[in-house]
């Protein structure tokens, strides 16, 4: 079956530890994109690419990185430089093509204690 | 990009049609209207998307007005599986390499058996 999948479903860090959040895809899409929610909101984006080895942040991408070396992974990192990264992230991808339809992984509730 | 405005929260008993409204009354002519719907605790999932005209596919009906300052989600007969936050989305086909979708609030519909 194509989809997107994201691990862990839950993840627990300790506040100052970096953690990477992990996004895979197999639906051969060229554009990965990761948004972050928090409760009641809707989603806000953090980084995407459009391509491997490209990527370009997004409207909160201060406090994360990313990194686009296959075609199916686009792993997000939280670094102890992010605020408040307690929140719900989630990975989408799309073909380039400007309309076409994002397609989204599950998503990763993210807590720092 | 321009902006939507959508109520907080809809109730709708099962079985009955469903319309959900959205205002986009700043919308410029190369703008698509893309509808998506998030479950709880899940990614969120495209519902359809259009320009000028009416569409319908398997899962709704999007009823654009003749203004383009108005649509409307018609869920023909919601089920209880239907109960979601529900995102009106414009996305700008001459945003060049942005990819992105800019979510609002959403609306909440509550479905009654």
């Known amino acids: 079956d194509g989809g997107i999948t994201q691990s862990p479903k839950y993840l627990f860090r300790k506040e100052g530890q970096n953690v990477t959040l992990s996004c895979e895809q197999n639906l051969n899409h060229d554009a990965m994109y990761w948004y972050r929610q928090d409760p009641g909101q809707g989603l806000r984006l953090i980084y995407y690419s459009q391509i491997v080895n490209d990527f370009q942040k997004g409207d909160i991408a201060e406090g994360y990185s990313v990194s686009r070396e296959k075609k199916e992974s686009f792993p997000l990192t939280v670094t102890s430089a992010q605020k408040n990264p307690t929140a719900f992230y989630l990975c989408?991808?799309?073909?380039?093509?400007?309309?076409?339809?994002?397609?989204f992984g599950p998503g990763t509730r993210l807590t720092v204690l | 990009d321009a902006k939507t405005t959508q109520p907080n929260s809809m109730e709708s008993n099962e079985e009955e049609p469903v319309h959900l409204p959205c205002n986009h009354s700043?919308?410029?002519?190369?703008?698509?209207i893309h509808w998506y719907r998030q479950l709880p605790s899940q990614g969120p999932e495209y519902v359809i998307h259009g320009l000028t005209s009416n569409v319908n596919n398997r899962m709704a009906s999007l009823a654009i007005a003749e203004d383009r300052k108005s649509s409307t989600l018609i869920l023909h007969r919601a089920t209880l599986r239907d109960a979601a936050v529900y995102y009106c989305i414009l996305r700008r086909l001459s945003s060049g390499s942005a990819r992105q979708l800019t979510f609002g609030s959403g609306t909440q519909l509550t479905v009654l058996p």
């Open positions: 700043t919308i410029s002519g190369t703008d698509y």
């Open positions: 989408a991808s799309s073909q380039r093509d400007l309309n076409n339809e994002q397609f």
